[in-house]
């Protein structure tokens, strides 16, 4: 594995420094200053907290990373297309080394119509009022931990896609975020879809070197206006050195769609809440969730569908395959709030283990606070079926076809909902090329 | 197979006593009993639970969430919650070092 490199360590004097070379408005300032003061007080999660007791993070040392460096034009040329954009038209993309912004492009057309695409920390800085009541205040609490807390103090880079009223974005959006050996990822991103609004956004991540070291502790804001539909995708496929903590949430209003849909391969330990709020009467949302793990990975996802509006339907599905020594924690709720009468809220996690060694945790859970609503959950965890093995083999498969036909045919149900050729493609082909031999 | 890996003074770990010790980017407990030592990794097998914060006795550590018991000679799991071994791996003292290979 590649060293770490050793940086100066999220520290007053880095922060003063870091918050002096910006130019940002006095509000934003104000708010890092308040969410920096949070992180100096707030200590490290505990395990004996419900949400860490299963996520060991004591091999993580925090002094070993610090504010991102600059980024080097020549590491553009390192960037890869990424993943998810092979064979797709996209009407614009972006790409950021360490959190540092290094190509953006939107379509005229896309612009004409006040479409607003690119690094958030750029873009704020001319449209501040617009983005001052959405960022780091209607959805991510900045104040919810320690990793909250360092991101809304540190965040920088990030991408913006803002859509006017009534504005309908055929071409999906790439952005992909890429981390250096031994680097730091902050970035922060923010969707704001105004009424009536659509959009497709194909978000990625990944390490210029594929064992090095690293720390992404980013968010992620979808908020969706009445009648709005969004599509999410977020691939998230780190290097396996990279320590990934993310709090992500979205809010989706009255009448409006939300589809997100996570892929998730990479990292050596990710922690990650997801929370999805349907705050408007009549919202939708689809949850999708895509993992494969390996190595010694750990992968934890923690994931709320809260109900806080009446007539609003969610339905999350989550499968993930586990070989090696690797572990997978999925944790999810449906919470419904007293007034939030005939949801209809749907959770499932499958896991399909590999190996003897690896290991799936499943707890799904209701928190119901009102009297007529339909909200069912479920999970499963097996392993590879030897009869199925042996038909396969019988049809003159090897076992090793078998075991990947097996695993295809498992995350089958998941692709099927996902409407994006590049991303069942993608997910697909990673997945397949990450299956050991299993002869 | 590994290499044997420095882990500590034998003089850190009290007979009776253990250790907790990061060891190729990973966390292992070192036991001392009766003159001998062992190691297993830090994991409770029932639920992922830090073994090393647990109450040795004898030759049984037991978790400290659950009270799952396991034997620090082979990792052997004795009681419920726990039914699987959790890892142990090999030790050996040379001088005043205590010295550890991780198992595969």
């Known amino acids: 594995m590649t060293e770490t490199a050793v940086q100066t360590g999220f520290n007053q004097d880095a922060f003063d420094a870091f918050l002096a070379a910006r130019d940002e408005p006095a509000w934003l300032s104000d708010l890092r200053r308040a969410a920096w003061e949070k992180f100096l007080e707030l200590p490290m999660p505990s395990r004996q907290d419900e949400e860490w007791m299963r996520t060991d993070i004591r091999l993580f040392r925090l002094d070993r990373f610090g504010f991102p460096a600059e980024a080097e034009a020549s590491q553009l040329d390192q960037a890869e297309e990424g993943l998810l954009r092979q064979g797709v038209e996209v009407g614009g993309h972006t790409v950021a080394v360490d959190s540092r912004p290094l190509a953006s492009e939107l379509s005229d057309r896309l612009r004409e119509q006040g479409v607003l695409f690119g690094a958030l920390d750029e873009l704020v800085r001319e449209h501040g009022d617009l983005l001052r009541p959405h960022l780091l205040a209607r959805a991510v609490d900045p104040f919810q931990d320690k990793f909250a807390a360092l991101h809304a103090a540190c965040w920088s880079g990030g991408t913006l896609l803002y859509v006017p009223r009534g504005v309908e974005v055929e071409e999906p959006l790439h952005q992909l975020s890429l981390l250096s050996a031994g680097g730091v990822e902050l970035g922060h991103t923010l969707v704001v879809l105004e009424e009536g609004a659509s959009a497709t956004l194909l978000a990625e991540s990944a390490s210029l070197d594929p064992e090095a070291a690293g720390l992404h502790c980013g968010a992620i804001e979808l908020l969706v206006g009445p009648r709005a539909t969004l599509r999410y995708v977020n691939l998230q496929n780190w290097g396996t050195g990279v320590w990934h903590f993310a709090h992500q949430k979205a809010l989706v209003d009255q009448d409006a769609n939300l589809q997100w849909t996570i892929g998730v391969l990479g990292s050596r330990l990710a922690k990650v809440n997801q929370h999805v709020a349907l705050v408007g009467t009549g919202a939708r949302a689809q949850v999708n969730g895509v993992m494969f793990s390996e190595g010694r990975q750990h992968l934890s996802y923690h994931t709320l569908q809260h109900h806080e509006a009446p007539h609003c339907t969610s339905d999350l599905l989550y499968k993930g395959a586990l070989q090696d020594d690797s572990r997978i924690v999925w944790r999810g709720m449906i919470k419904v709030d007293p007034g939030a009468q005939k949801t209809d809220g749907y959770q499932r996690n499958d896991s399909l283990i590999l190996n003897r060694e690896a290991r799936a945790d499943s707890i799904p859970g209701l928190e119901i606070e009102a009297d007529d609503v339909r909200c069912t959950h479920g999970a499963t965890t097996g392993r590879v079926d030897d009869e199925q093995i042996f038909y396969c083999r019988t049809r003159g498969m090897t076992r090793n076809e078998a075991v990947r036909m097996i695993v295809a045919g498992f995350f089958q149900q998941v692709s099927d909902r996902i409407p994006i050729e590049s991303v069942r493609v993608a997910l697909g082909e990673a997945i397949a090329r990450r299956i050991r031999e299993y002869e | ?104």
């Open chain 2, 1 to 104: 197979m590994s290499d044997f890996l420095p882990v500590a003074a034998v003089s850190e770990i009290p007979d009776p006593g253990k250790l907790l010790v990061e060891c190729q980017d990973q966390l292992v407990v070192v036991f001392h009993v009766d003159g001998q030592f062992y190691c297993l990794d830090d994991v409770c097998t029932h639920d992922g639970g830090p073994l090393g914060e647990g109450e040795l006795k004898g030759c049984v550590i037991a978790c400290p969430r659950h009270g799952a018991k396991f034997d620090i000679r082979t990792g052997a799991a004795l009681t419920m919650p726990a039914t699987q071994a959790t890892r142990s791996h090999e030790v050996k003292v040379e001088g005043e070092q205590v010295y550890v290979r991780l198992s595969s």
